[in-house]
């Protein structure tokens, strides 16, 4: 992270961070297309700021309880959320985020793992990928933007989704790399940036680029944050030049300025 810090320092100096300011505790919900890129970013921006980062991991959606919109909805406390674009726009929509607060951050495109060991196929083409989902056992995918796409989609395109109800499963809660790293799936879809991170298994690739779906993550300050000044400036170096390098080793994409 060495790299960051001359950019970081110079954002200080020129007054994007006030160096008189009090240190305080920004909770931020963050869901798991983001989370390696903000993992690998944090510790730099506290360092240097002074400001302490609390984490709290969670779906951008879905039923489960940990999910950010499900949190919010319980009166859990946040200053950033980090999620899929249009769910955090839906929040802006309920009146639970600052809509003058929003900042994209990156783009992530879908990926496909096997267990470590498994033998690699190509899914270069539409005609390799709908092979290789025929032969599968069992497929799983999130129960996130990637998930929903696969699901409600990605399989009717492929003109596979008869074939593939009766063995294909939306995982909640937990990554889906780790489901197929214990062998309980035979393939795995998630967002590259979800499944890099998980180990005991071997990243196949991203889906070919005509089936694929691009999910836009992005960044706002709920309404009742209690430190959005020092959340805004987090929001900025997150989408600052000097974090990209970080963001891009992830496996996500910048987002076009």
């Given at each position: ?101 929003r900042v994209e951050l990156a783009d992530s495109r879908i990926g496909m793992a096997v267990k470590a060991g498994a033998q690699k196929p190509s899914i270069a083409t539409d005609a390799e990928l709908k092979q290789v989902l025929l032969s599968a056992k069992s497929v799983a ?117």
């Open positions: 992270m060495k790299p960051l810090m001359k950019p970081l320092t110079a954002l200080l100096m020129a007054g994007v961070f006030s160096a008189a300011a009090q240190a305080e505790e920004l909770t931020v919900m963050t869901s798991g297309g983001f989370t390696a890129a903000y993992q690998g970013l944090a510790p730099q921006y506290a360092k240097t700021t002074g400001d302490t980062l609390k984490t709290v991991l969670g779906p951008s959606m879905g039923k489960a309880q940990e999910a950010i919109p499900n949190r919010l909805a319980r009166g859990e406390h946040a200053d950033v959320v980090i999620m899929v674009g249009y769910a955090l726009d839906e929040l802006i929509k309920q009146g639970k985020v600052d809509p003058a607060s995918y999130s129960d996130s933007a990637s998930g929903v796409y696969i699901q409600n989609q990605l399989f009717k395109k492929l003109g596979v989704e008869a074939q593939l109800a009766p063995k294909s499963s939306m995982i909640e809660r937990i990554p889906v790399a780790s489901v197929v790293a214990k062998g309980d799936y035979e393939i795995g879809f998630q967002q590259v940036a979800e499944l890099l991170p998980i180990p005991g298994i071997t990243f196949v690739g991203k889906i070919p680029e005509d089936v694929q779906s691009v999910t836009r993550y992005a960044a706002g300050i709920p309404k009742n944050a209690e430190h959005p000044a020092e959340a805004k400036k987090l929001l900025a170096y997150l989408a600052s030049p000097e974090a990209q390098a970080t963001v891009r080793a992830t496996g996500l994409d910048s987002v076009p300025r």
